[in-house]
């Protein structure tokens, strides 16, 4: 009878034990290291610096790598959930942070998911900050990322990311006096992302110099190159360049005889142009082409080209004409004709040089290399250089 009993333990045993290796078998095989660097922390590091050179696919490439070695390291989840993220894919991307979260450890890792759901919070709303549409900052997502910020610093005070990318997150929602104090704090921790907290505090100080009035105006002084439809929104809403030209401009009346039979029969001309039907900034685009600004026609095809990139020279030959308008002074036009150049990578017999020159000498542009004294005439504007000089151009008509 023992022996039964003996052989019907040992059997339901062996039985029990065959399960359990056909379930582990069934479940993720962790891959055999190639080499010494072969591990999921090489692959890990590896991967967050080509998503900071914004190579997606090669990060991706290596948080896979190193989920293959180790399917819970949680770092290489959060990594791998900023790559969805920065792709569109923001449903995959919290599905990986939770993941993260799940198997984080040690302080680092916990830091790193916390900071991993404020970049993907910023990154999943930044359209939303963008020009034509509305958004308002007081939305849930600052809340979960203040909430996952409050977490970090919990767990350690004195590490800069979370200050650094909840900085940008208030950036994004454009509550300039918030992200400029963050990143003063990454700055004054003097660890990790100084070169960056440092030019984003220093883009932060130059849009609270500009004082956009509009949120359209905000928006745009957050991006890095200026575009024509950029351009045109920002001398429509923050310059109002048509109240202004209606102000400054001397009204002239036609008293002469009309017939009213051919009064009638003229159709005004069309400044409408082809590829603006669906952009957001139309309104903007419409008015500015009515008014006519030097470097924002249309082009012979029709197009407006909304999306192309304005340069510094371009800007320049804006200005100048709305000075030429507004003053009345139509000598500005010509007035540094045969002149000199300055400026070591500039020519006097360039078409821009005039409108250069004028804009230089009023102070209302400034050289883009000080050392060198070079102008920088094909260089992009950026939103917040663009609206500095509208500030000036408001001073210089003050005045």
């Known amino acids: 009878m023992r022996v039964r009993v003996h052989r019907a333990n040992l ?6 034990m ?51 070695l180790d399917p819970r390291y949680s770092m290489a989840h959060a990594g791998a959930g900023l790559v969805k993220a920065y792709q569109g894919d923001f449903k995959g991307a919290f599905d990986f942070l ?14 790193f998911v916390l900071v991993g759901y ?32 409050d977490q970090a610093i919990a767990i350690d005070p004195k590490t800069a990311s979370p200050y650094y990318y909840m900085g940008e997150c208030d950036l994004t929602a454009l509550d300039l006096e918030q992200a400029g104090r963050l990143f003063s704090r990454v700055l004054d921790i003097n660890r990790d992302h100084v070169g960056a907290a440092d030019r984003r505090w220093k883009l932060v100080q130059k849009i609270q110099r500009a004082m956009p009035g509009t949120i359209t105006g905000k928006k745009i002084a957050l991006v890095e190159r200026l575009t024509r439809a950029d351009a045109a929104a920002l001398f429509m809403e923050e310059l109002k360049i048509d109240a202004l030209y209606a102000r400054r401009t001397p009204k002239t009346f036609d008293t002469a005889f009309k017939d009213p039979e051919k009064a009638r029969q003229v159709v005004p001309r069309s400044v409408m142009a082809t590829d603006i039907a669906d952009h957001p900034l139309k309104a903007d685009i419409e008015a500015i082409l009515r008014i006519g600004t030097r470097g924002l026609e249309v082009y012979p095809d029709g197009t407006f080209r909304p999306d192309d990139q304005v340069d510094r020279a371009s800007y320049a030959m804006m200005v100048e004409d709305i000075l030429i308008k507004v003053t009345g002074d139509n000598a500005l036009a010509t007035r540094f004709i045969g002149s000199p150049s300055p400026f070591p990578d500039l020519r006097a017999d360039l078409p821009y040089f005039n409108a250069v020159m ?42």
């Open 11 to 16: 059997f339901r045993f062996l039985l029990s």
């Open 18 to 68: 065959a399960a359990i290796v056909l379930i582990a078998s069934c479940g993720p095989k962790p891959q055999q290291p190639l080499s010494r660097l072969d591990t999921p922390g090489h692959h890990t590091l590896t991967g967050i610096r080509l998503l900071d050179q914004e190579k997606l696919t090669d990060a991706g490439r290596e948080f896979e790598l190193a989920l293959k």
């Open 98 to 111: 939770k993941q993260a979260e799940k198997h984080a450890q040690s302080k680092e890792e916990k830091i």
């Open 118 to 149: 404020i970049r993907v919070n910023t990154i999943s709303h930044a359209a939303c900050m963008r020009i034509g549409t509305e958004c308002r900052p007081d939305e849930a997502w600052i809340k979960y990322s203040k909430d996952a910020f």
């Open 358 to 399: 004028v804009v230089t000498s009023r102070g209302i542009m400034e050289v883009r290399d000080i050392m060198t004294g070079e102008f920088g005439p094909l260089h992009p504007v950026s939103g917040a250089d663009a609206l500095l000089v509208i500030r000036k151009i408001r001073e210089e008509l003050r005045y």
